[in-house]
């Protein structure tokens, strides 16, 4: 880990920052990653890649909270990033907080309507507060896409 450490304390580029943190979050090294995202936050507060990775991190973490908050600061910073939106809506699902999901999905849907993903995502979110009519629209969708 001192290795990792010492690389990261070398790099001053947020996005090489972004992309190295992605990098060990795919080797499963989350406190690493988390490094890389809070110096590329540091550096600069307002990219929206780092706090949507760090949301990742959390999410894979299981840590809902924060994860939640990450994705809002994206969001914070760019209401149209339909990625942070889509990506908070999953996190209430696995939290499953299937209410709070839908309206995530629903925006992601007004912003990228050919997504099929979310709407299978949708979908499933619909039937486990046995909404199972609207679920059934989003699957045809889905199918449709």
């Known amino acids: 880990m001192l290795k990792i450490l010492e690389v990261i304390r070398e790099i001053n580029d947020v996005d090489e920052l972004v992309e190295k943190g992605e990098i060990l979050q795919n080797d499963k090294k989350y406190s690493e990653a988390m ?12 990219h929206e890649s780092s706090w949507e990775c760090k949301g990742l991190v959390y999410h894979k973490l299981k840590n809902y909270e924060e994860s939640i908050s990450c994705y809002d600061k994206a969001i914070e910073i760019n209401q149209n990033n339909f990625e942070a939106w889509e990506c908070k809506g999953l996190v209430y699902a696995s939290w499953k907080k299937y209410e709070l999901a839908i309206p ?11 997504n099929k993903f979310v709407w299978k ?7 486990h507060i046995c909404k199972h009519d609207d679920a059934e629209k989003c ?3 889905y199918d449709e896409l």
Not at 35 to 46: A, G, R, V
Not at 104 to 114: L, N, S
Not at 121 to 127: C, F, M, P, R, S
Request: hydrophobic letters at 35%; charged letters at 35%.
């Open 139 to 141: 699957f045809k969708k």
């Open 35 to 46: 490094i890389c995202f809070d110096k590329s936050i540091k550096i600069e507060p307002k």
């Open 104 to 114: 995530c999905y629903d925006k992601v849907i007004d912003m990228v309507p050919e």
């Open 121 to 127: 995502n949708k979908g499933v979110a619909l039937q």
